[in-house]
């Protein structure tokens, strides 16, 4: 019995298809708009302004908020796939939050790899919470 219960968290083979489908589908855009936003950290900074003429933090904080809503929605319903959304969307706003501050500010004791391990770690603590927690 217990072992039905384990390979039934993400339901039917079709819903973990989508799931799955659906996570991989966002974290490509991720990446693709976090490669955007490393290799033009100016246009990052200020592209905001001119697209929405809002100060450049709440992109991130819109990110942010968008994300606990989706991850929050994703904790109640069944599917797992809002709770991926949403702590890929929290990861994504961490990123962003750090690119605007500035890279260099979260070089802890020297080491360059922690801006970039940050949002990952932020990303995969929220999905395993989610999982955990969710029906």
Sequence with gaps: MADASEKEFLG???SKIWT????ALALVV??????????NPDTAKHGIK????LPSWAFPFVLLLLGAALFAIGLKVES???????AGLIGAAALLGEILIGWR????????????????VIFLILLLYGMS???
């Excluded at 799955?20 to 996570?23: A, E, F, H, Q, T």
């Excluded at 991720?30 to 290799?39: D, L, R, T, Y």
């Excluded at 797992?80 to 949403?86: F, K, N, S, T």
């Excluded at 500010?105 to 990952?120: A, C, D, E, Q």
Aim: glycine share 12%; proline share 6%; aromatic share 12%.
């Design 50 to 53: 001119s697209i929405a003429g």
């Design 20 to 23: 799955y489908l659906v996570l």
């Design 133 to 135: 927690r969710s029906r």
């Design 30 to 39: 991720g990446v693709i708009v976090a490669n955007f936003a490393i290799s």
């Design 80 to 86: 797992d796939w809002p709770e991926g959304i949403g």
């Design 105 to 120: 500010k979260f070089y802890l004791g020297g080491l360059w790899v922690v801006p970039m391990v940050l949002p990952l």
């Design 12 to 14: 039917s083979k079709r």
